[in-house]
DNA sequence: GCCCGCATGTAACTGGTTACATGATTGT
DNA sequence: ACAATCATGTAACCAGTTACATGCGGGC
């Protein structure tokens, strides 16, 4: 009953943990930096879990390197762990788009600032195109984890793929918003 | 200091009522059945919410069609507020994304399973853009709104966009396991 | 000696969902 | 009469972030 600190952390915990041992510290920036692009966990969130995950038996602390720091490793159990968790079905989250539900309100919110969000969402669709681009061609010349790489690689491509069609969309949508009638309610600031 | 029942949740019900006046449960409907593809709000946001926006003259409550019943419309302080809300900066969410953490383990999780996750993302993507090419149709032959019909449409091409870039990405993928050495963690269910 | 980066952890808070309790209206 | 749906609300819980407290080790 007690002791559910959120499957979807211990998943990605005992994920990195099955690539290499790490301190939790380390976790984090891995998590960042390598899943940044479609996950996130925070020390909030890695530590108890890490904690959690020790009690069970599903990793090993051996403190290590220097004084103060600990080196976590998967055990087989939580190899096997890992390999439920992966299994259980992926559970949708409820959408949440700030941007559309601004653009949603146009009418409200103005012609001219539609243009400037979307503006914005291009740029920074470009960013993560070219951010991802980086990266793939980073992994394209490693050899570190050669069985890992292939699924790394799968995840970058949806990366890409929804960079792409955002790009997309904001020209087309730049596009129609400048055939429309002037303005529904960007003149009247006078309010 | 107090009373900041979430900005966004706010934002969601004063636009919705900018539309048109409605009861909670309405809205909960409305919010579903026309924002559902990019948003979604519970009774458990909406009517605290509302009860605050009354609070500062935001929205007036008036009982009338049944008892226990009141319709609710926005006042025009509170069409001020919602114009507040809207320039106010997209807070971006931190990004997790269950079905590439998933794939991104893939060497534990294994290539089948791997290939069953995104043939049903891919069946999932298709029945979103049917869904979406639906709602379009109808959206196209509707006079109720004429000024807000753009800025919808805006976000149902978000939604197509999106939707496409995942069945491209589907199969794209799917091509890559078919030519992955047949499996690295497969044939071993034995330990 | 001092600051910075590594490292571990906790507490408080926010945002949000789920489940429940309650009752009125409508249709059969 | 009874069931289904419309309608309003609350309480309990869950997930997750932020900010804080603490300390070691190394470089300047």
Redesign the interface.
Known sequence: MASTRGK?TE??VL?AL?IEPMTGYALREAIRDV??????ESFGQIYPALAELERHGYVTRSGSTRAGSSMFAITPSG?QR??DL??QP????????????????????GVD??RA?IAQAKADAQRQLDELDTIAAQVAGETQHP??T??????I??GR??A???L??AD??LA?LDT?RPN?ADKDET?
């Open positions: 979807q998943m990605a994920g099955s899943l940044g692009h479609f996950w996130s190899t890992l390999r992966l299994t992926v559970q949708a989250t409820p959408p949440r788009n700030g941007l559309l539900l601004r653009l949603f309100f146009g009418r409200t919110l600032a539609c969000l069985d890992d292939p699924f790394l690689l799968l995840t491509s949806a793929h929804s792409r069609a955002a997309a969309w087309e949508s129609a429309m529904p309010r």
